[in-house]
């Protein structure tokens, strides 16, 4: 059974066109992270050169989160670490120049939910299922769920998902808002994102996120649309009367 942390890094990367399309492809273990590959993976995003990215999963499903043949080996100062190396990844999808797509294509489970609220946006296939299993084992999601799902779903939403532990599906998590849209090809809506210009999709993005008050966000916000409208005033002026 595979559990050493030495086997090779399962995290793909591709540039297609203006989309990079990052793949988790360990399906034989429903692509379960190791220590080593949520580096890898937060590397991969950070690093990535194209306007959009698109995270994926490899075979029949999208993640099921850490590797329990690892967790089941960890001390204290382990299960920090893993925690913390899963939140290093979120951040990177939250703080990359690049608009983060979360396809989700089969199960997405625990730590996986977690990878997908990182990302800028959600798209599910009709066969996604979600869960958050963990209270099972006596655990939760540790990185960065109980920050990130309630402002998600909404609080009662989130705490029947964490406290449960049911498996809800695709349309469920689009009536939720865990997902913004349920199609048959995730990678179309990357595609469908990576035409418009990057930084119009850069700044929206940086201002959608932005953490501060609201006074403060209005001002950035300002500022931003500025210097879109200054950059692209031959693309404005040519569509002046359409509808």
Do not use: Y
Not at 15 to 32: D, H, K, S
Not at 46 to 72: E, Q, T
Not at 136 to 164: K, N, Q
Not at 170 to 192: K, N, T
């Amino acid at each position: 059974m595979e559990t050493a942390d030495d086997r090779p890094v399962v995290i793909r990367v591709e540039r297609e066109g203006a989309v990079c399309v990052v793949t988790i492809a360990r399906p034989a273990r429903r692509n379960a992270l190791r220590p080593v590959d949520l580096d890898a993976l937060a590397d991969a995003v950070a690093g990535a050169d194209a306007p959009v990215v698109h995270v994926r999963g490899a075979g029949p499903a999208f993640c099921a989160g850490a590797d329990l043949d690892v967790v089941a080996g960890l001390d204290r100062e382990g299960a920090r670490d893993l925690a913390a190396r899963g939140q290093g990844v979120v951040h990177a999808f939250e703080d990359a120049e690049a608009v983060v797509v979360a396809g989700i294509d089969g199960p997405a489970r625990g730590g996986g939910v977690e990878l997908a609220l990182g990302c800028d946006l959600r798209v599910a296939t009709p066969d996604a299922t979600f869960a958050e299993p963990g209270v099972s084992l006596g655990l939760f999601g540790a990185w960065g769920g109980t920050a990130r799902l309630a402002g998600v779903c909404g609080e009662g939403d989130a705490m029947d998902l964490a406290l449960s532990g049911r498996t809800v599906d695709a349309p469920e998590a689009h009536r939720m808002g865990l997902v913004s849209r349920v199609v048959d090809d995730p990678r179309a809506v990357a595609d469908e994102i990576a035409t418009h210009p990057p930084d119009a999709l850069a700044a929206l993005k940086r201002r959608m996120r932005d953490r501060g008050s609201v006074a403060m966000q209005e001002a950035r916000e300002v500022e931003a649309f500025a210097d879109l409208v200054a950059e692209h005033a031959d693309d404005i002026a040519s569509t002046r009367g359409d509808d």
